[in-house]
């Protein structure tokens, strides 16, 4: 089993709809990401999240919310798609920072398979 | 203002080449340093990391980190066509909640 889950692999849906995707992670770690990545911009941050009662908004939250359900999980909710929202969506993990004094630098982040999500 | 900047490439290699990938960054503050490999469709997969000025190998990829110049690169020895990819360098930036930003990318075409 993969250590970074993410569900749905691909989703179509509707301007206006409710969607959710969800990550989960065996890896124990505490610190989890939604990106985006568009063709030709790169992967931009979404939301992050240090611990379950921690959760921070990235570079574009506008149209997105999250839910840290447990250590493990991590939702992420586009409340009304609009077609500027289809995407490539990726999760990600990290146990500690990437370079902070105490941490242990040498996993950078674990991401997930991905969503591919179209909004018609 | 950017703060990791790559070439977006295409980068043509000769198959059995060196291929070099380089990365900007503008923090003097960051620390850490990574460069990732992705697949069209798929998701990035890390592949160095680096956090001391020099080079440091892995069979035939090494990293490369200069801080006093904010620069950092990834040689690829012997290209072989699945090397094919785009290569991401993140940054830890020690001045944003400790996240990594990653550039945009250079792609990397391996000619047989």
């Known amino acids: 089993d993969a250590d970074v889950t993410q569900t749905p692999r691909n989703r179509i849906t509707k301007t206006g709809k409710r969607i959710m995707l969800e990550c989960s992670q065996t890896?124990?770690?505490?610190?989890m990401y939604w990106y985006r990545q568009d063709p030709g911009l790169g992967l931009q941050l979404i939301y992050y999240?240090?611990?379950?009662?921690?959760?921070n908004k990235g570079e574009i939250s506008d149209g997105y919310s999250v839910s840290r359900q447990a250590q493990a999980k991590f939702s992420l909710s586009l409340e009304s798609a609009i077609p500027n929202q289809t995407a490539l969506y990726f999760c990600?993990?990290?146990?500690?920072?990437?370079?902070?004094?105490?941490?242990?630098?040498?996993?950078?982040?674990?991401f997930g398979s991905g969503t591919r999500l179209t909004v018609v | 203002q950017k703060e990791v900047e790559q070439n977006s490439g295409p980068l043509s290699v000769p198959e059995g080449a060196i291929a070099s990938l380089n990365c900007t960054y503008s923090?003097?503050?960051?620390?850490?340093f990574f460069w990732y490999r992705q697949y069209s469709g798929k998701s990035p997969e890390l592949i160095m990391s680096?956090?001391?000025?020099g080079d440091k190998e892995d069979g035939r990829f090494t990293a490369q980190l200069n801080k006093a110049s904010q620069y950092v690169s990834l040689l690829i020895r012997d290209s072989q066509p699945s090397d094919s990819a785009t290569y991401l360098c993140?940054?830890?930036?020690?001045?944003?909640?400790?996240?990594?930003?990653f550039g945009k990318g250079t792609r990397l075409h391996i000619l047989p």
């Open positions: 890896k124990g770690h505490d610190r």
């Open positions: 923090d003097r503050g960051s620390q850490s």
């Open positions: 999240s240090f611990d379950v009662k921690d959760i």
């Open positions: 993140a940054v830890n930036l020690m001045n944003r909640d400790d996240k990594i930003i």
């Open positions: 680096i956090y001391s000025n």
């Open positions: 990600a993990t990290s146990d500690l920072s990437g370079g902070g004094p105490k941490a242990d630098r040498g996993h950078g982040y674990t």
